[in-house]
Protein backbone atom coordinates (compact mmCIF):
# COMPACT_ATOMS: atom_id res chain seq x y z
CA UNK A 1 0.00 0.00 0.00
CA UNK A 2 1.90 3.39 -0.74
CA UNK A 3 1.99 6.53 1.90
CA UNK A 4 -2.03 7.86 0.20
CA UNK A 5 -3.68 5.23 0.75
CA UNK A 6 -2.07 4.31 4.15
CA UNK A 7 -3.03 7.42 4.95
CA UNK A 8 -6.60 7.25 3.89
CA UNK A 9 -7.38 3.88 5.88
CA UNK A 10 -5.57 5.82 9.00
CA UNK A 11 -7.84 8.69 8.73
CA UNK A 12 -11.16 6.54 8.25
CA UNK A 13 -10.45 4.27 10.80
CA UNK A 14 -9.59 6.98 13.27
CA UNK A 15 -12.88 8.82 12.16
CA UNK A 16 -14.83 4.61 12.95
CA UNK A 17 -13.18 4.89 15.99
CA UNK A 18 -14.26 8.03 17.51
CA UNK A 19 -17.87 7.64 15.93
CA UNK A 20 -17.74 4.36 17.70
CA UNK A 21 -16.87 5.81 21.37
CA UNK A 22 -19.21 8.66 20.58
CA UNK A 23 -22.01 5.93 19.91
CA UNK A 24 -20.72 3.92 23.13
CA UNK A 25 -21.07 7.11 25.35
CA UNK A 26 -25.16 7.88 24.10
CA UNK A 27 -27.80 7.53 26.73
CA UNK A 28 -30.11 5.30 24.97
CA UNK A 29 -32.50 4.61 28.11
CA UNK A 30 -34.65 7.74 26.69
CA UNK A 31 -35.42 6.06 23.57
CA UNK A 32 -38.79 4.01 23.18
CA UNK A 33 -39.35 0.85 22.73
CA UNK A 34 -39.67 0.86 18.71
CA UNK A 35 -36.83 3.24 18.46
CA UNK A 36 -34.48 0.91 20.62
CA UNK A 37 -35.62 -2.41 18.15
CA UNK A 38 -35.07 -0.08 15.46
CA UNK A 39 -31.31 0.74 16.19
CA UNK A 40 -30.90 -2.37 17.67
CA UNK A 41 -31.80 -4.04 13.63
CA UNK A 42 -29.79 -1.12 12.72
CA UNK A 43 -26.61 -2.44 14.48
CA UNK A 44 -27.28 -5.53 13.16
CA UNK A 45 -27.27 -4.52 9.99
CA UNK A 46 -24.18 -2.72 10.67
CA UNK A 47 -22.06 -5.24 12.37
CA UNK A 48 -23.32 -7.76 9.26
CA UNK A 49 -22.18 -5.26 6.44
CA UNK A 50 -18.43 -5.17 8.55
CA UNK A 51 -17.26 -8.90 8.16
CA UNK A 52 -17.68 -7.94 4.06
CA UNK A 53 -14.24 -5.43 4.67
CA UNK A 54 -13.05 -8.43 7.37
CA UNK A 55 -13.30 -10.56 4.29
CA UNK A 56 -11.28 -8.20 1.93
CA UNK A 57 -8.95 -7.43 5.07
CA UNK A 58 -7.52 -11.42 5.10
CA UNK A 59 -8.12 -11.69 1.53
CA UNK A 60 -5.27 -8.57 1.44
CA UNK A 61 -3.32 -10.73 3.86
CA UNK A 62 -3.49 -13.74 2.18
CA UNK A 63 -2.41 -11.99 -1.22
CA UNK A 64 0.97 -10.56 0.70
CA UNK A 65 2.29 -13.40 2.58
CA UNK A 66 1.35 -16.90 4.26
CA UNK A 67 0.48 -17.58 7.48
CA UNK A 68 4.04 -20.01 8.10
CA UNK A 69 5.99 -16.18 7.10
CA UNK A 70 3.87 -14.13 9.87
CA UNK A 71 4.72 -17.42 12.38
CA UNK A 72 1.40 -19.15 12.18
CA UNK A 73 0.59 -23.01 11.02
CA UNK A 74 -2.17 -21.50 8.57
CA UNK A 75 -4.92 -18.85 8.60
CA UNK A 76 -6.85 -19.68 11.32
CA UNK A 77 -4.21 -19.95 13.69
CA UNK A 78 -3.25 -16.86 13.23
CA UNK A 79 -6.39 -15.14 13.32
CA UNK A 80 -7.04 -17.22 16.76
CA UNK A 81 -4.06 -16.41 18.31
CA UNK A 82 -3.87 -12.69 17.33
CA UNK A 83 -7.34 -11.83 17.77
CA UNK A 84 -7.68 -14.67 20.35
CA UNK A 85 -10.72 -16.01 18.72
CA UNK A 86 -11.98 -19.42 19.11
CA UNK A 87 -10.71 -22.22 17.04
CA UNK A 88 -14.06 -22.54 15.07
CA UNK A 89 -14.64 -18.84 14.71
CA UNK A 90 -11.46 -18.44 12.98
CA UNK A 91 -11.60 -21.42 10.75
CA UNK A 92 -14.83 -19.88 10.46
CA UNK A 93 -13.66 -16.72 9.19
CA UNK A 94 -10.75 -17.74 7.20
CA UNK A 95 -13.48 -20.25 5.18
CA UNK A 96 -15.67 -16.95 4.47
CA UNK A 97 -13.01 -14.69 3.14
CA UNK A 98 -12.37 -17.38 1.23
CA UNK A 99 -15.63 -17.72 -0.08
CA UNK A 100 -16.40 -14.23 0.09
CA UNK A 101 -13.33 -12.26 -0.83
CA UNK A 102 -12.08 -10.41 -3.30
CA UNK A 103 -9.75 -12.69 -5.33
CA UNK A 104 -6.53 -12.48 -7.44
CA UNK A 105 -5.99 -14.51 -10.57
CA UNK A 106 -2.54 -15.76 -11.59
CA UNK A 107 -2.00 -12.58 -13.25
CA UNK A 108 -2.88 -10.28 -11.14
CA UNK A 109 -6.89 -9.75 -12.50
CA UNK A 110 -9.27 -8.81 -10.01
CA UNK A 111 -11.87 -12.11 -9.77
CA UNK A 112 -15.38 -11.60 -8.52
CA UNK A 113 -16.15 -13.65 -4.99
CA UNK A 114 -16.44 -17.55 -5.64
CA UNK A 115 -20.24 -16.51 -4.18
CA UNK A 116 -20.79 -13.44 -5.46
CA UNK A 117 -24.63 -13.03 -4.40
CA UNK A 118 -24.08 -14.17 -0.97
CA UNK A 119 -20.58 -11.75 -0.87
CA UNK A 120 -22.99 -8.95 -1.20
CA UNK A 121 -26.04 -9.93 0.56
CA UNK A 122 -22.91 -9.74 3.62
CA UNK A 123 -21.63 -6.50 2.26
CA UNK A 124 -25.68 -4.72 2.46
CA UNK A 125 -25.75 -6.53 5.68
CA UNK A 126 -28.93 -8.17 4.85
CA UNK A 127 -27.28 -11.50 6.04
CA UNK A 128 -25.20 -12.89 8.77
CA UNK A 129 -22.47 -15.83 8.90
CA UNK A 130 -24.63 -18.09 10.36
CA UNK A 131 -26.54 -17.46 6.74
CA UNK A 132 -23.29 -17.76 5.44
CA UNK A 133 -22.67 -21.42 6.89
CA UNK A 134 -26.14 -22.50 5.76
CA UNK A 135 -25.97 -21.80 2.26
CA UNK A 136 -22.72 -23.06 1.79
CA UNK A 137 -23.95 -26.12 3.75
CA UNK A 138 -26.36 -26.58 0.42
CA UNK A 139 -23.19 -26.42 -2.10
CA UNK A 140 -21.02 -28.92 0.00
CA UNK A 141 -23.76 -30.91 -0.83
CA UNK A 142 -24.54 -30.22 -4.04
CA UNK A 143 -23.57 -32.64 -7.15
CA UNK A 144 -20.27 -31.32 -8.69
CA UNK A 145 -22.17 -32.24 -11.95
CA UNK A 146 -25.04 -29.70 -11.57
CA UNK A 147 -24.86 -26.68 -14.46
CA UNK A 148 -23.02 -23.17 -13.23
CA UNK A 149 -26.09 -21.36 -14.56
CA UNK A 150 -28.15 -23.56 -11.79
CA UNK A 151 -25.67 -22.99 -9.48
CA UNK A 152 -25.89 -19.52 -9.47
CA UNK A 153 -29.77 -19.43 -9.84
CA UNK A 154 -29.71 -21.41 -6.28
CA UNK A 155 -27.31 -19.18 -4.92
CA UNK A 156 -29.21 -16.05 -6.15
CA UNK A 157 -32.57 -18.22 -4.45
CA UNK A 158 -30.62 -19.01 -1.51
CA UNK A 159 -30.24 -15.26 -0.63
CA UNK A 160 -33.50 -14.26 -1.26
CA UNK A 161 -35.09 -16.44 1.30
CA UNK A 162 -31.84 -15.70 3.66
CA UNK A 163 -33.04 -12.03 3.50
CA UNK A 164 -36.21 -12.76 5.44
CA UNK A 165 -35.78 -16.02 7.26
CA UNK A 166 -33.64 -16.80 10.55
CA UNK A 167 -30.67 -19.36 9.88
CA UNK A 168 -32.72 -22.29 11.23
CA UNK A 169 -35.62 -21.30 8.53
CA UNK A 170 -33.17 -21.08 6.00
CA UNK A 171 -31.64 -24.31 6.70
CA UNK A 172 -35.48 -26.18 6.48
CA UNK A 173 -35.65 -24.00 2.69
Not at 30 to 54: F, G, K, N, T
Not at 87 to 93: G, T
Not at 112 to 121: D, E, F, G, I, Y
Request: glycine share 2%; charged share 25%; hydrophobic share 45%.
Amino acid sequence: MDVASTLTVDEAYTGLDTALARVASLDYSRLSVPELLALQSHREQLRCAAEAVDHAIVAATQAQTTAKDIGAKNWADALRIRDRLSSDEARRRVRHAELLGPRMSLTGELLPPLRPHVAAAVAEGAINSDHVDVIESFFTKLPTWVALTRVDEAEQALVAAARNLTPESLRSV
